[in-house]
């Protein structure tokens, strides 16, 4: 069974920093497909930022510049580095993870560069992010 639980969210004042965490258990894959995503009040799940099987990093575009997503593999742990926090960045924090896809003789993540929701089957709790003026 794949669990991800976060944890790193808080409340900060515009311009802050924080750090989340998603622990992964159950989730062996070297070459993760992992990301991190939002929900504010009266919004959809968007995202913002993911990791692909080669290592590629993807963001949205309003976080571009001030976040960071990153991997510790030996610790099976996904990161994201959030600087210069905004007001609107104010949000519920999800990790997600999704099975790779073996074909042609390497393995892919079915996100194909995108940052769709719906390409995840793994999900963690989320953790709260607010960011205040």
């Known amino acids: 069974q794949v669990q991800l639980v976060e944890s790193g969210g808080g409340s900060v004042q515009s311009g802050g920093s924080l750090r989340l965490s998603c622990a992964a258990s159950?989730?062996?894959?070297?070459?993760?497909?992992m990301g991190w995503f939002r929900q504010a009040p009266g919004k959809g799940r968007e995202g913002v930022a993911i990791v692909e099987s080669d290592g590629r990093t993807i963001y949205e575009d309003s976080v571009k510049g001030r976040f960071t997503i990153s991997q510790d593999n030996a610790k099976n742990t996904l990161y994201l580095q959030m600087n210069s926090l905004k007001p609107e960045d104010t949000a519920m924090y999800y990790c997600?993870?999704?099975?790779?896809?073996?074909?042609?003789?390497?393995?892919?993540?079915?996100?194909?560069?995108?940052?769709?929701?719906?390409?995840?089957?793994?999900w963690g709790q989320g953790t709260q992010v607010t960011v205040s003026s």
């Open positions: 159950g989730y062996t894959y070297s070459s993760s497909c």
């Open positions: 997600a993870a999704d099975t790779p896809v073996y074909y042609g003789g390497g393995y892919y993540c079915r996100s194909w560069g995108s940052l769709r929701h719906d390409r995840y089957n793994y």
